[in-house]
Every structure is written in C-alpha cells, then in structure tokens.
T-cell receptor, first 113, second 113 residues
C-alpha cells in the first residue's frame, strides 16, 4: 500500500540556518512529488514539486531532492526565516487520469530568533 | 481575489444535525477535491470531481454527500453529524484530473458537540 511519511515530527532551527525536512515514501510507482507549507489557520500552500525523471529542483530559497533508489524526498530551505515557521507536508502521486495526491504526516518547522 | 474560497470558516454544531460547507474556485480548474485534516494534521482525500463528475470517493460514509452544480463549485453536505466528524475540511482544485499542484482553500473547522 501507499505510505508517505516523515522522519521527524518537529524541527527547530536557528534563524539564518539552513533547514532540511525529510520524507520517505514507499510506493515506487509514484512519479510526482510535491511539498506544501501550512501556516496556522490556513490551507496548505504549494512550495515546490518534482517529477521522478529529475533528482533535484531549485526554487527561491528552496531545493527539493529526490532519491528514487531509497525512496526519499527532502526539502531544503536556505537561510531560514521566522516566516518559514509552519507545518510542512510532502505528497506523492502516480500521474494519470483520476489520480490523487497522497499526503505524508506533517512536520512542524520552528524557527528560533 | 481568493482563488479557492470556502464557507463557513468555523462551524460549531450539535451531534445529529445536518450541515453544509460550500466551496468555489475562480481559477478555471476542471477538478475539485475535499480533504479532511484530523487533529494530528493528517490530510486525507475524501472526494474529487472532474467537470461535475465524481471520480474519487474514498470510502467516506454515505452521510457525506458532495454536490457539484458546476465545475467552479463543490459543496459538501453532511447528515447526522457525529463527534468523529470534527476536523478541518479543505476544498482544493487542480487544472486537470491529474492531481498535481492542488490549490487549497483556507479550511472549515467543524466542531461537533
């Protein structure tokens, strides 16, 4: 069955440091992965996505790494800011009609001033 | 300006009541979804509609009935509310039936007393 999970429930980092949030998935058929950020009282917001034909993708201050060999996904945030404090989710999908995003457990990122 | 809007934001009701949550998206997307987020922040898909047609029903009790009058709207009606229905319900939309890059609403926090 599908299982998308995160290694740590919480992550505390110092402002200005880099953050790394990890995610493991078990469905080797998944070919699309996405990271969401959810701030308190709000819905999940898209951060960055990656397809299985890539192993790295960069956005503004964020990088997603995909290791299909060990079915591992990570989100790197450079120079973490207080505004990055939120719950982060990874999600996976198998592309095709009637597909659905399956979310992992959220991890809370707390940025210390 | 809100891309995916859902109402109400908060809903407090007694067990056994019937309630509805409304959702509208102005992104021109073809597919809309309902997700349920429990107290541990776990997000699970409930339904998805593509062009007013139900395409995913994740073994949700039949007390939950989605209705899509047009592709910009997906409402959720819940009959005979139970304590376990208490959660945050998120509406989302995506460009096509391929569940990638979902845009979420801000959520409806349902509390059943």
């Amino acid at each position: 069955g599908e299982n998308v999970g995160l290694h740590l429930p919480t992550l505390s980092v110092q402002e200005g440091d880099n953050s790394i949030i990890n995610c493991a998935y078990s469905n080797s058929a998944s070919d699309y992965f996405i990271w969401y950020k959810q701030e308190s009282g709000k819905g999940p917001q898209f951060i960055i996505d990656i397809r299985s034909n890539m192993d790295k993708r960069q956005g503004q201050r964020v990088t997603v790494l995909l290791n299909k060999t060990v079915k591992h996904l990570s989100l790197q945030i450079a120079a973490t800011q207080p505004g990055d404090s939120a719950v982060y989710f990874c999600a996976e999908n198998i592309s095709g009609a009637n597909s659905k995003l399956t979310f992992g457990k959220g991890i809370t990122l707390s940025v210390r001033p | 300006d809100t891309a995916v809007s859902q109402t109400p934001k908060y809903l407090v009701t007694q067990m056994g009541n019937d309630k509805s949550i409304k959702c509208e998206q102005n992104l021109g997307h073809d597919t809309m979804y309902w997700y349920k987020q429990d107290s541990k922040k776990f997000l699970k898909i409930m339904f998805s509609y593509n062009n007013k047609e139900l395409i995913i029903n994740e073994t949700v009790p039949n007390r939950f009935s989605p209705k899509s009058p047009d592709k910009a709207h997906l409402n959720l009606h819940i009959n005979s509310l139970e304590l376990g229905d208490s959660a945050v319900y998120f509406c989302a939309s995506s460009q096509s039936g391929d569940a990638e890059k979902l845009f979420f609403g801000s959520g409806t926090q349902l509390s059943v007393l």
